[in-house]
């Protein structure tokens, strides 16, 4: 019941920041959960951050203290500030949205961290 179009992906050197976007289109103010996964070549998606309506948020190991989960929802966007990026950050970015258990996907915005 909702279309998810990420945005803000690109090439960056190591060190470097990007700012991953989201958009839905509809209104995320009862969305409970939101989050941005990513997929790396010949691995599996996994988790990057979770945020719910009440603000509580939930990263992966390797990302904690570099990145930041935040959500807008006055304007339908979710975000990942993204700092101190590594090679190994390359992947594909997606924004996920659980609606009544079932969970929407964005298309992905590629992000690649050269050495």
């Known amino acids: 019941q909702v279309q998810l179009v990420e945005s803000g992906g690109g090439l960056v050197q190591a060190g470097g920041s990007l700012r991953l976007s989201c958009v839905a289109t509809r209104s995320i103010f009862s969305v409970y959960t939101m989050g941005w996964y990513r997929q790396a070549p010949g691995k599996n998606r996994e988790l990057v951050a979770r945020i719910t309506s009440g603000g509580s948020t939930n990263y992966a190991e390797s990302m904690k203290g570099r990145f930041t989960i935040s959500r807008d929802n006055a304007q339908n966007k979710l975000y990942l500030q993204m700092n101190s990026l590594k090679p190994e950050d390359t992947a594909v970015y997606y924004c996920?949205?659980?609606?009544?258990?079932?969970?929407?996907w964005g298309q992905g915005t590629q992000v690649t961290v050269s050495s």
């Open positions: 996920n949205a659980r609606i009544v258990g079932t969970d929407y």
